[in-house]
């Protein structure tokens, strides 16, 4: 398993990047990530290192050093690991209010910039600290925009509000008309009414004119000067002032690496293809335009009639272009546990017709029929949205709902107890 932090960063940044107190809480220890905890002789191998490249039977990668690395230190050398199947999991870049490693180049959008800064390696302790700034940063502020009224701005608006009541002028922009349009009307009704009896301004139907945020952008920022605050304004003309903006517009796929392997194998949405037992899968442009719609799943090929030429590469989660899945925690969990079936599915294949080879110790047994790989269906799209600190929405199988009953650390340890750190206390998860 190779992956570019120390440990395994879960859902709760937003609440975190707000609530102070709570930020060790997000970086989960691997120990368990085989299911036993690390020891030597273990057969497993975890890697914390950076993908540099990806071909079609080995990557190669930079490790990172176990602590914080200044920028001045000298690059380790790329390594190589040859692999015989692979799971692409990557995910997407988060949105740059949460994105740790600050892929974007406008970062929080709040006229800081931190010089001098040890180059950013996945570690806890830096996680910790990035997760701090944020905190601060939103603390100092007057006044905040929210752009985006997916799950991501309705908790950073609901979360702010809540944590700071009456003391901060808090405004979430949403292109569309409707909160959350790919659920029921109802459940963003019961989000709209949320926001606004905790004070949020909720504008809907208008956009961000990017121009007047870029204006904003020009030249360097003083970063001796506080209370500095962007002036900008919406396509219909709409003026707003905030001291703090929040691009909370989506997320953008991280396939950069699949792409540079093979082209073919991702959209133009940036998404990779994939066969329904979620292996990659070229595509060429007439069977690109062959796809169809199917009610209620939306883009589909027929993908189960198609050959791919990477049998043993499967891509899962944000990255994936699942058949119109919604992308969130659970889809990425129900693909990856198809991919991970189908790989051992042909392992035993492999191993099946090694052994039926002549002169092998089987020749002539085992001709059994071949168990046919696992196809991957989207279920109904579900989501749970928190609106404040203990309140939340959900839609479950069209079913809309509100709660109560809530934890400010969105119950961290039932994540550490399903990463298998069970029992543990406040003060372990400093470890």
């Known amino acids: 398993m190779s992956g570019a ?43 914390h290192g950076t993908v540099t490249s990806l071909h079609p039977h080995y990557i190669t990668y930079i490790p990172h050093p176990v602590t914080s690395s200044s920028s001045s230190e000298p690059t380790p050398k790329p390594q190589t690991l040859h692999f015989d199947y692979l799971i692409y999991a990557l995910g997407s870049h988060l949105p740059s209010p949460i994105d740790l490693w600050e892929h974007h180049r406008g970062r929080h959008l709040d006229k800081i910039r931190c010089h001098d800064e040890p180059t950013y390696t996945g570690t ?19 006044s905040v925009l929210i752009v985006g009224g997916g799950a991501l701005g309705i908790q950073f608006a609901s979360d702010i509000a809540a944590v700071y009541p009456l003391k ?74 905030a001291e703090v903006v929040l691009l909370c517009t989506g997320q953008t796929p991280n396939t950069a690496l699949m792409r540079d392997m093979d082209s073919r194998a991702v959209g133009k949405g940036g998404l990779v293809h994939v066969t329904r037992g979620m292996q990659v ?93 696992e196809e991957y269906t989207p279920g109904l799209p579900m989501i749970k949205v928190s609106l404040g600190l203990t309140r939340s929405a959900y839609e479950i199988a069209g079913v809309v709902g509100t709660k109560d009953d809530g934890m400010p650390d969105l119950n961290a340890a039932a994540m550490w107890g399903a990463c298998g750190l069970k029992g543990i206390d406040e003060e372990d998860m400093w470890r």
């Open 5 to 47: 932090n120390s440990r395994l960063d879960v859902y709760n940044f937003a609440r975190y990047a707000v609530l102070p107190g709570h930020e060790h809480k997000a970086f989960i220890p691997y120990d368990y990530a085989f299911g036993t905890s690390d020891t030597p002789d273990t057969p497993h191998i975890r890697i």
């Open 124 to 142: 806890k302790s830096q996680g910790i600290d990035r997760l701090r700034e944020r905190q601060a940063r939103i603390e100092a502020a007057q």
């Open 168 to 241: 901060k002028r808090v405004t979430l922009l949403h292109s569309r008309t409707q909160l959350l349009p790919r659920f029921e009307p109802a459940l963003g009704d019961e989000v709209l009414t949320a926001l606004q009896d905790l004070g949020v301004q909720v504008i809907l139907g208008d956009r961000l004119d990017m121009d007047s945020l870029r204006h904003n952008q020009r030249g360097e920022p003083d970063e001796s000067k506080t209370g500095t605050v962007f002036h900008v304004r919406t396509l219909s003309g709409r003026e707003i002032d």
């Open 281 to 373: 899968l070229t595509m060429t442009r007439s069977q690109t335009e062959q796809a169809v719609p199917r009610k209620g799943k939306g883009r589909t090929t027929k993908t189960t009639e198609q050959t791919t030429i990477y049998p043993h590469i499967f891509a899962v989660g944000d990255a994936a272009d699942a058949f119109g899945a919604l992308q969130a925690g659970n889809t990425a969990y129900h693909q990856a546990g198809v991919a991970a079936r189908n790989v051992v599915r042909l392992v035993k294949r492999e191993a099946r017709r090694r052994s039926s080879l002549p002169g092998s110790e089987a020749d002539g047994e085992g001709n059994e029929e071949e168990e046919e790989l």
